[in-house]
């Protein structure tokens, strides 16, 4: 990830991520970049813009940087992608991104009185008219919905509002802010969040034609394919790395700015293994261990992995006390697929028999009917 500033114009109630002062990053950085890679890697390589608000870096920046970063690594296949609040989006940048094929992940919290009330007066409209603006230029754009102790109680609305517009769905649930007097003051409840999830399931297989709830689909992928196939359930350490504005590296974008997670500078063109022997890199390895130990009995360790150690070790000041407090919401989702599974797998026509596979009397669509459409996709 490539974090060019972690400043926002926007003033969303629970961010956690957003510097006023943030400095916007310099094209040099993204020629260190190039360098630094053309030593580390030849595996395939997602360069995610995310911030702060990265369309703060401007017009000038996305041509030059997407340019160096396409002809800088010959030997790798090099994909983009970008989330943004598309408040700055004009006809200039969607033309910049339509050239290099780059999907854009925005934020929208539900319909637009929801969404101001969490996100601010404003945003609803300002992110519309960058949405109309990328798709008249053919950007794939989808939303993250960013569920909070308020909005979990309008997620009916919320889902009609998606269902209605044709937006695809990514949930986020609203964290416990580390900076501010009340860091509960929006975050979702784990149980809730649980429940939620639940929820969403019973929505993707009432509208099952109709929605696409991505994280639903990656929990249903996970359980099917025994391994987590978003960062959240799979031990993401050395798979992603973010770099801030200033060059820094970081385990991944939710440090950047957490001076105690830099493991590197790009200018110093680090290996893999500097960045893994660096503080930040041995408290990330030290996560992994203690998972192992401590979700060893879990029947869902191989694709939980104990979720996101951002969300378990950042409240603590870096000290392992636990696993990712969502936990009880992970495995309460598993535990429900798991077991819907198993009753419709013992409701199907035993193997070998035409319509193995699939549910009997197959009125509604199950679990296996989402995992066998997922599969497929
Ligand atoms: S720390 Fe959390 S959000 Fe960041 S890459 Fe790892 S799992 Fe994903
Ligand atoms: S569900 Fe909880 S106990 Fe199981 S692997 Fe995930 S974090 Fe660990």
Known sequence: MIIPTLGCPSQCKYCWSSEETSPIMAIETITEIVSWLNNFSEERVTFTFHGGEPLLAGPNFYREALAILSAGLPNTRTEFAIQTNLWLMTPELAEIFAAYNVPIGSSIDGPQELNDLQRGDGYFQKNMRGYEIARSHGLVVRYICTFTNHSYQKRDEIVQFFLKNGFVLKLHPALPSLRGENPKEWALDPLDYGDLLIYLLDQSLLYFNEIEIMNINDLVRGVFTRRGTVCTFADCMGSTFAIGP????????????????????VYDRPTREMLLQSPAGKLMAAYRDFVDIACSNCPHIRYCRGGCPYNAIAPTDGEIKGVDPHCIAYKKIFDEITDRLNTEMLQ??????????????????????????????
Not at 246 to 265: A, H, L
Not at 366 to 373: C, E, F, Q, S, T
């Open 348 to 377: 199907s026509p035993p193997m070998g028999m035409p319509g193995f596979g699939m549910p009997s009397q197959p009125q509604k669509p199950g679990v296996m009917a989402l995992m066998h459409k997922v599969v497929m996709q």
């Open 246 to 265: 200033d060059g820094s590296i970081y385990p991944c974008y939710r440090f950047v700015g957490m001076e105690q997670y830099v493991m590197g500078t």
